[in-house]
Every structure is written in structure tokens, then in C-alpha cells.
């Protein structure tokens, strides 16, 4: 999308607004965390036990996931992977929210999975604390980037904790990586020549994966959710397009009756149409079927994530906006078309073994990694187009 005149000044104006915004908190972060820093020293060093000689290899890992973040936890599984592979005798547990469970569940890297119900308040997060002390880990992985989670580890009493050093939050770890420049900051803000890297990457390197070959997430999917949701679709015939329209930012969505507009192009060309999401998506995926007597389907809110991970490996191909839906479709190995906006493609385009089309939103202000726009207008999704979709998922369907 081309701006000129007195609308690409009124962007570049909210850029640098928000660029001070930015500073402001970045500054107010780094004050926080300069107080804390002694009061944070002074806790691990009355009451975290040192580490003995022996202890330099982990005995008893933790591995905190982004909690409330499914895709996250799916990018983050050839960390784990690479964790089971560096450390055999080590036992491996996962700390993740409740909902990544079916994500999880079965996992062979991971001796136990320790759910957390993050909506459950203090009361959940002190019995978290509690429960975790009692395990006694000698090493901690925390696969997050922002202050999520990141200080459950400290408070748990584990002597070595490993992570990125995101705004000034290494405070609360022992062993502090400094990350890329490209991380929790704006595209039009990267130093030149900066881009990505993959998070894949960015995790397999925090657990020590010295390689660079890209490992791909590969998920299973449960048969008892297979065999429902197969009875569900069984009457809605083949090829089927699974379409994922919503997503927790609202700044990451599409335009509704673009949707619907592809829906019906879909649907001329002999495709049947599925609608993903959760509940509180479901409202999206009953206006967007509402305009069709038939052919279109909404599923959006009616599956749990089980279902939903058995829905997408049912599917000839996903269209998805930037969520969970795309790297659960690209880890199942499904054709994707997947639409960025405000996200950073370079570090978040899913991957798998199936092909992969990215449709990128052109805009001045396009990469914010807002999840709400900041924009008196959605520029960078409006500037995809149905046309754009289309020619995408005809590559990946084969019909080019």
C-alpha cells in the first residue's frame, strides 16, 4: 500500500509517537530493574542453593513455556527435542499453561507436563511456586521474551536459570543471553540489515543446539478427536479449505468480508469451506458462514484444541491470519497460506513439511508487532487483498 501526502505524514507522526512510548517504557523498565537487581541478588543468595561441581550438567530440568501463547509452544518444540537429545539421563519437565496441554500431552522429550492456569490469579501462581520448589531442579529454560513466567524459576529456588535478557528482565536469571536486535522491537526499527532469526532458532540456541539446520515442530494428533471431528465433516465432501480468520490482537486481523469475499471464490471453484477459531471467535466465523445457504461451515468455538489440531490435518489447505492456526497447520505438515501484518515473518513464519506461502501486508508502518494498532487505520492488513490470497493458495494447492 503506497501513502502520499498528508496520510503518510499522519503515520510517520504515529511511528515516532509510538517509537517514544517505547523509550519511555523501555527507560521505566530499566529503572525498575536497576532497584531490583540488589533486592533479587540479595533473595537467590539467602535462599537459593549454590550449585556443586557435579550439578554443571542439569540433572533435573524446568522448561517454562509462554504461557497463554499455543503457537509459541509449538515453535518451541524442537528446543525441546534438542534438550532430550543433549541431556538423555536428565528429567525433563515442562511447565505450560493449561490450554498447550493436548499440545504436550505424550510428548517423548518430556518426563512430566506441570499445567498452569495463569487465570487462576495469586492463588494459582503461589501453588505453582509451591509445587515447583518441591521438585528440586538444577537448571531452568525460560522460553519466553517477555516478563510472563520469566520470574516463576526464581521464586521456585532454582540455581541455574537460562534465558534472553528481554527489557532489562535478565534480573531474574542466573545466566542472562543477550538476544538479537530484532527481538520485542518494530521491523522499521531493526539496525540496517537486520532481520529474524527464525524463533526456532532463537530457542535451540538458548539450549545450547549448536546446529544450524532448521528442526521442524511436529505434532500428533489424538484418535479419539480424530475419530469425532471426522464424524462431524464426514457429509462435507473433499477438498475442504480451512479457513482461520480470528486471533487474540485484534491488529493481526483481516478484513471480514475479505473473508467472505474468498469464501465465495472458494466455493466457485469447487472447494468447501471450514471455519476454525475459539469461542471467542465464534461470532467472527457465523458472520463470514451467514452469507452462504451452503458450502461454508463454521466449527469456531465448537472444538477443543484437540479437535481443532484434528480438524487441520483433515484439511487440503489452512488460510490462516498469523496465530497458533498456522504453525499447528505447517507442523501437521499441511499447505498453508498464512497472512502477516503486523508480525515479523522472518521470525515467525511457520515452517513444516508441507508448502508454505506467506502473504505480507505492504505498509510504512507494517512489523509494529502491536497487538493493537496504533493506527487511526489497519493499513498493513487492508493492503492484502483477495486477489493476493488467492494466487497464494493456488501455488499452494497446486494450480499453479
Known amino acids: 500500500m503506497i501513502l502520499e501526502g498528508r496520510e503518510l505524514k499522519k503515520v510517520n507522526r504515529a511511528k515516532r509517537r509510538d517509537a517514544r512510548m517505547r523509550a519511555v517504557k523501555g527507560f521505566a523498565e530499566k529503572l525498575i530493574h536497576y532497584f531490583l537487581f540488589p533486592l533479587v541478588?540479595?533473595?537467590a543468595f539467602l535462599f537459593?542453593?549454590?550449585i556443586s561441581p557435579s550439578d554443571i550438567n542439569p540433572r533435573r530440568i524446568l522448561v517454562v513455556e509462554r504461557i497463554l501463547r499455543l503457537g509459541d509452544t509449538i515453535v518451541s518444540l524442537p528446543a525441546l527435542q534438542a534438550l532430550r537429545k543433549k541431556y538423555p539421563r536428565a528429567v525433563i519437565h515442562v511447565l505450560a499453561d493449561t490450554s498447550a496441554v493436548p499440545l504436550l500431552k505424550n510428548n517423548p522429550d518430556i518426563d512430566r507436563l506441570i499445567p498452569y492456569d495463569k487465570l487462576g490469579g495469586w492463588r494459582a501462581f503461589l501453588k505453582a511456586v509451591s509445587a515447583l520448589r518441591k521438585n528440586r531442579y538444577t537448571h531452568s529454560y525460560v522460553l519466553v521474551t517477555d516478563i510472563a513466567s520469566i520470574h516463576l524459576p526464581l521464586l521456585a529456588h532454582i540455581p541455574r536459570r537460562i534465558g534472553y535478557n528481554c527489557n532489562n528482565r535478565g534480573v531474574y536469571l542466573r545466566r542472562a543471553i543477550t538476544p538479537p536486535p530484532t527481538v520485542n522491537r518494530p521491523v522499521y526499527a531493526y539496525p540496517p540489515g537486520a532481520s529474524g532469526p527464525p524463533i526456532i532458532q532463537l530457542w535451540l540456541k538458548l539450549v545450547g543446539?549448536?546446529?544450524n539446520v532448521l528442526e521442524l515442530p511436529q505434532i500428533t494428533v489424538s484418535e479419539t478427536a480424530l475419530a469425532r471431528v471426522n464424524q462431524l465433516v464426514s457429509k462435507i465432501k473433499r477438498p475442504r479449505v480451512l479457513l482461520h480468520p480470528g486471533s487474540?490482537?485484534?491488529?493481526?486481523?483481516w478484513v471480514t468480508e475479505r473473508w467472505v469475499e474468498l469464501s465465495g471464490k472458494l466455493l466457485i471453484n469447487g472447494y468447501n469451506v471450514l471455519i476454525g477459531g475459539s469461542e471467542a471467535e465464534r461470532a467472527l466465523g457465523e458472520e463470514i458462514s451467514a452469507d452462504f445457504a451452503q458450502g461454508v461451515y463454521s466449527l469456531?468455538?465448537?472444538?477443543?484444541?484437540s479437535e481443532y489440531l484434528a480438524l487441520a490435518s483433515l484439511a487440503d489447505a489452512v488460510i490462516s491470519v498469523d496465530t497458533f492456526a498456522g504453525h499447528s497447520a505447517s507442523a501437521l505438515g499441511r499447505p498453508l497460506v498464512v497472512l502477516f501484518g503486523p508480525g515479523d515473518e522472518g521470525i515467525w513464519r511457520p515452517v513444516g513439511?508441507?508448502?508454505?506461502v506467506v502473504v505480507a501486508g505492504d505498509s510504512p508502518c507494517r512489523g509494529c508487532k502491536r497487538p493493537r494498532c496504533f493506527q487511526g487505520k489497519h493499513y498493513c492488513m487492508e493492503a492484502i487483498t483477495v486477489d493476493d490470497v488467492w494466487r497464494a493458495f493456488r501455488e499452494v494447492a497446486g494450480g499453479e
Not at 487474540?248 to 486481523?253: G, K, R, T, V
Not at 469456531?300 to 484444541?305: M, N, Y
Open 41 to 43: 541478588q540479595l533473595y
Open 48 to 50: 537459593i542453593p549454590g
Open 209 to 211: 543446539f549448536a546446529n
Open 248 to 253: 487474540a490482537n485484534p491488529s493481526y486481523l
Open 300 to 305: 469456531a468455538g465448537k472444538l477443543s484444541v
Open 353 to 356: 513439511k508441507g508448502k508454505i
